[in-house]
């Protein structure tokens, strides 16, 4: 595993967003994983900033969204294909048809699944995969306990992740009980994973996920597994762990 510790959250963006910019400028048709949540947003900005300015294009690439939740509409607010659109489709040259996030709208919970795999699998999987830290040690939404081996799937959110995201919502009776993920076998069938993580409320889950035991308790722990990982972080997040990079 490579490490990347910046010194703060703007920089911890700036070395995200040179990351994906190489991999967009060796593969211009590359497919991306791509990540919600309040980390990998100043990443996005960045990448705005380095397409505004000329240097980056994304007519020929592809994104593969790790998550949606259940029953959200693209134009509610709160799901992920919305967020998608204002933090970064809605400002660079991608095609929106070749931006894949699940269906949150789709009832069945084995079509909406077994689609997204399909999706995955026609476009040769995916590239670069993106990826935030839950304080859980979740990725996606494959909570603490979560099998390995799964593909796409329906789960139902642990009490503390609904907790977590209530802050978006009126109330927590109002965030959605379930949501389609990838799995983590899907995950780790990434051609390469970056990790983002920053502050220090990151510091203890950091340590845990790539230094202690590799188990579904942590589901990044899995992470250690696979062989072309790069932690992007900041010092508040990595000390402990990772201080000397
Ligand atoms: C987002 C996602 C989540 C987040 C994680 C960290 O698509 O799947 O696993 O990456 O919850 O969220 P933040 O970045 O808000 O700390």
Redesign the pocket.
């Known amino acids: 595993m490579r490490v990347y510790c910046a010194s703060d959250y703007y920089h911890v963006s700036r070395v995200a967003a040179n990351i994906i910019s190489a991999q967009v400028i060796m593969k211009p048709d590359c497919v991306l994983g791509?990540?919600?949540?309040?980390?990998?947003i100043g990443t996005y900005e960045q990448l705005i900033r380095w397409y505004e300015k000329g240097d980056l294009d994304f007519s020929q690439v592809h994104s593969i969204?790790?998550?949606e939740y259940r029953g959200l509409s693209p134009e509610n607010e709160q799901s992920?294909r919305y967020f998608m659109n204002h933090h970064l489709f809605d400002s660079i040259n991608i095609d929106k048809k070749n931006t894949f996030v699940p269906n949150g709208m789709e009832e069945d919970r084995e079509k909406a699944c077994r689609d997204y795999d399909e999706i995955i699998r026609a476009h040769g999987g995916v590239d670069m995969q993106i990826?935030?830290?839950?304080?859980n040690g979740?990725?996606?939404?494959?909570e603490p306990g979560s099998a390995f081996g799964k593909e796409t799937h329906c789960v139902k959110l642990t009490e503390s992740?609904i907790s977590?995201n209530a802050r978006f919502f009126a109330s927590a009776d109002d965030v959605p009980k379930e949501a389609y993920?990838m799995g983590i076998k899907s995950i780790m069938q990434a051609k390469k994973i970056v990790v983002?993580v920053?502050g220090e409320s990151?510091r203890e889950i950091v340590k845990k996920a790539f230094t202690g035991p590799i188990t579904p308790e942590v589901p990044a722990s899995v992470l250690q597994l696979h062989n072309d990982v790069i932690l992007v972080g900041d010092e508040a997040a990595l000390a402990d762990t990772f201080q000397n990079h």
Do not use: V
């Open positions: 791509l990540a919600t949540g309040s980390t990998p969204n790790l998550d992920y990826l935030g830290l839950g304080h979740h990725i996606g939404f494959n992740t977590a993920t983002i920053s990151k």
